[in-house]
């Protein structure tokens, strides 16, 4: 099938809304970066890179639906010791182009060990997934433990339980073209107390991207993230760290943290009070200084 000039935008005008959207958030980006694009056989995957090219390499993988200027917050602070790749993911929202469909966490495993021989990181790399991309970082993990040094997850989706019918019901109720349902899910999932106005104004951003992604893009269907079994997470031999807030709406951090933690001594948490979904942009001081002195 030959795929059209836009795709995988509904049209050439939603390419050109979504690419000046982009381009205008890239000047948020706090730091000079260079880009890159890496052919897999899953499609040109786009890689923001950062920091000095002779640090250690952290990858990171942003939420669904999120491109990885998800990571504005984070990325100054993660870049003055590492050389950082923040990735469009396959399969989603971003400049990444897919043209052949991912169906499944073996798909998502073998495009990062495509896109990692494609940027020359020949030894184990540093690996942080938020949200969903959390699912497939610890799905990459468990399958290449030798590829990977260490292992951040950041409030992980559908990683330590099933998502719930909450979530579902109002991601797909996003797809109806009236802004409150997108404010309406972005609201409930965004719980931290006391945001200041810089991260407000980065989390507002990132809802504002969401909505236009949703008429941009031409619909996909997720691949659906199955909790990782007691036995799966027993036999992680990479060091991790998880990181959730105890507000977190998509699942119990209270309960999970401690069951996951118990389950293995390679895997340390952290529950953080008074916060949501939103954390690592709302706290995003206190996260990247925890997850610099676990990668350090």
């Known amino acids: 099938m030959t795929l059209p000039d836009h795709h995988p935008f509904r049209s050439e005008r939603a390419k050109q809304r979504y690419l000046e959207r982009y381009a205008l958030r890239v000047s948020a980006w706090p730091?000079?970066?260079t880009e890159r694009v890496v052919e897999?056989?899953?499609g040109a995957t786009f890689v923001r890179v950062s920091g000095p090219s002779d640090a250690p390499?952290?990858?990171l993988l942003p939420g669904i639906g999120s491109p990885a200027l998800s990571f504005s917050m984070n990325i100054e602070a993660l870049s003055q010791r590492h050389a950082t790749y923040a990735i469009d993911n396959i399969h989603d929202n971003g400049?990444?182009?897919e043209t052949r469909p991912v169906e499944s966490a073996d798909d998502f495993a073998r495009w990062l060990d495509e896109l990692c021989a494609g940027l020359q990181l020949d030894g184990p790399v540093d690996l942080l997934g938020l949200s969903y991309g959390g699912w497939i970082a610890t799905h990459y993990a468990l399958r290449s433990?030798?590829?990977v040094r260490r292992l951040v997850l950041l409030a992980p989706a559908g990683t330590l339980a099933p998502i719930p019918w909450g979530f579902i019901w109002r991601a797909v109720l996003c797809v109806i073209p009236a802004r409150f349902f997108t404010d309406n899910f972005?609201?409930?999932i965004r719980a931290t107390d006391d945001v200041d106005e810089q991260a407000k104004a980065r989390l507002d951003?990132?809802?504002d991207d969401g909505w236009l992604a949703q008429r941009c893009f031409r619909p996909r269907r997720m691949v659906a993230p199955i909790p990782l079994t007691d036995a799966q997470w027993r036999s992680l031999r990479v060091p991790t760290l998880l990181l959730a807030g105890d507000r977190e709406v998509i699942f119990r951090a209270d309960l999970h943290l401690p069951r996951v933690a118990a389950l293995s001594t390679q895997i340390q948490t952290e529950l953080l009070v008074g916060t949501g979904h939103d954390f690592f942009a709302?706290?995003?001081?206190q996260v990247n200084r925890r997850v610099l002195a676990f990668l350090e």
């Open 40 to 42: 897999t056989s899953f």
């Open 57 to 59: 390499p952290l990858l």
């Open 282 to 285: 709302a706290r995003a001081d």
């Open 186 to 188: 972005m609201n409930w």
């Open 95 to 97: 400049r990444s182009v």
């Open 31 to 33: 730091l000079p970066s």
């Open 205 to 207: 951003e990132m809802a």
């Open 145 to 147: 433990p030798e590829r």
